[in-house]
T-cell receptor, first 110, second 113 residues
Framework: DGGITQSPKYLFRKEGQNVTLSCEQN?????MYWYRQDPGQGLRLIYY???????QKGDIAEGYSVSREKKESFPLTVTSAQKNPTAFYLC?????????FGPGTRLTVT | QQQVKQSPQSLIVQKGGIPIINCAYE??????FPWYQQFPGKGPALLIA?????SEKKEGRFTISFNKSAKQFSLHIMDSQPGDSATYFC????????????FGTGTRLTIIP
């Protein structure tokens, strides 16, 4: 069953803690992306990776970090430096132009 | 020049009506224009996409109209149903390799019975 998986679906953390969100794909896609979505808002690009061991900052990279050690995995770490981390986080992957999204992780930081 | 402007922000249509969502872009290098459908708490799903070599594309009840000279494209939903109630995003990108998408701000569509 091909697709993109994100885990967990809901995540709760205390302020000041780093947290890592998982994203795995078995579509054999080269490129992977992380987006942030706030309530009633659009999608904002955090980081993207077009190939293993390489990634670029998106529009709102401050307070986030990523790694791309394997083609199928692109974890996102939300650090304590991110001022407003509570949001819905979406991972996506693409081969060429068509981009597909995972189910998302809702992160709540209190 | 990288923006994609989407309107309206929200839209309420009666069942059976034809909601129309519009997007405009400025970057002439864009040549791939997808639409995504997102239900609350879910990831966006690719609905339909068009390239500039055609002016219209239909998939089921969903149609994209594309006007290259005006740099505008729109989504029409025929015979709309309450199950079509969702947020719709337009997007645009070039098609050289794995180019990132530039998204519109979204339209919250409600279909009333």
């Amino acid at each position: 069953d091909g697709g993109i998986t994100q885990s967990p679906k809901y995540l709760f953390r205390k302020e000041g803690q780093n947290v890592t969100l998982s994203c795995e794909q078995n579509l054999n896609h080269d490129a992977m992306y992380w987006y942030r979505q706030d309530p009633g808002q659009g999608l904002r690009l955090i980081y993207y990776s077009q190939i293993v061991n390489d990634f670029q900052k998106g529009d709102i990279a401050e307070g986030y970090s990523v790694s791309r050690e394997k083609k199928e995995s692109f974890p996102l770490t939300v650090t304590s430096a991110q001022k407003n981390p509570t949001a819905f986080y979406l991972c996506a992957s693409s081969m060429g132009s068509e981009q597909y999204f995972g189910p998302g992780t809702r992160l709540t930081v209190t | 020049q990288q923006q994609v402007k989407q309107s309206p922000q929200s839209l309420i249509v009666q069942k059976g009506g034809i909601p129309i969502i519009n997007c405009a872009y400025e970057n002439t290098a864009f040549d791939y224009f997808p639409w995504y459908q997102q239900f609350p708490g879910k990831g966006p799903a690719l609905l339909i996409a068009i390239r500039p070599d055609v002016s219209e594309k239909k998939e089921g009840r969903f149609t994209i109209s594309f006007n290259k000279s005006a740099k505008q494209f729109s989504l029409h939903i025929m015979d709309s149903q309450p199950g079509d109630s969702a947020t719709y995003f337009c997007a645009a990108s070039g098609s050289f390799g794995n180019e990132k998408l530039t998204f519109g701000t979204g339209t919250r569509l409600t279909i009333i019975p």
